[in-house]
């Protein structure tokens, strides 16, 4: 299962509106799951539970499915804004299901299981207004902006509180990003989503980010709007060879580089 590299925009679509979010697809994040044989049935990550026994157990009697055992590898660190949680259900859901499922179906059982999920199920999750607390397509967008993405993760991983819905209003953001088909255009609302998330809710600053990627030619910047990915967003084939030392000496880990767009890493 790929994952996702934050998000695109993420906020409230009016003061009192749904949560809505445009994530970015990420192929060069996966997360597998392997059906080992085993005595104590469960999703793991190394020696770590992904899912309570009991939330397992349901997954598994929903499915109509003997449980099993499976154990995850995943590209991505947990709580880093990167799809983990959605990706491992998904890739549960798909190692357990006698028959495949719609993606409505998946992503009824995510939200059932953690109460939050992203698009991850769908075929092309980045041309869609997704709402993660109620696991529904708001609307159909334009095709994705074509970026390369050079980024990495900051600071500590933070867990979706599904409960948690205190985000900026974005509700001009998405309006602009539907008439809006340039990539610098995009990069810049994309900025300004992550600006907005930091000033209400905190966690890393995109600022220095920001301005080393003024340096290097970027055109803007994406954030997790919960947990600790960033990266810089340029034209394709721009980003200069020498990027993700300079993002290392930044601070970030992990960091990698992929294309939004094409489909292409």
Known sequence: MAGHFGEFLQGRLGVDGPLALVTVPCPALELRAVRHPGRMPGLWQGARPVLSHAQFMTLAARLGTRPGRLRLHAGMPPGGGAGASTAALLA?????????????????????????TDPLMHPA??????????ARVLDRLPPE?????????CGKGQRT?????AFADISDLVETWRSTPDP????????ESARRCH?????????PLLELGRNLGALGLVAAHTGAAQGLLFAPGTAPAGTEAALRAAGLGQVLRFRTGGGGR
Do not use: Y
Request: aromatic fraction near 4%; glycine fraction near 10%.
């Open 92 to 116: 549960a859901i798909r190692c357990l299901a006698r028959h495949a499922l719609s993606a409505e179906e998946e992503a009824a059982l995510c939200l059932a299981l953690e109460g939050a």
């Open 125 to 134: 999750p980045g041309r869609l207004l997704w709402a993660p607390r109620a």
């Open 145 to 153: 902006p074509a970026f390369e993405v050079v980024g990495g993760f």
């Open 161 to 165: 509180d599904p409960a948690d819905t």
């Open 184 to 191: 610098a255009g995009r990069a810049r609302l994309a900025s």
């Open 199 to 207: 000033a209400l809710r905190g966690g890393p600053d995109p600022a």
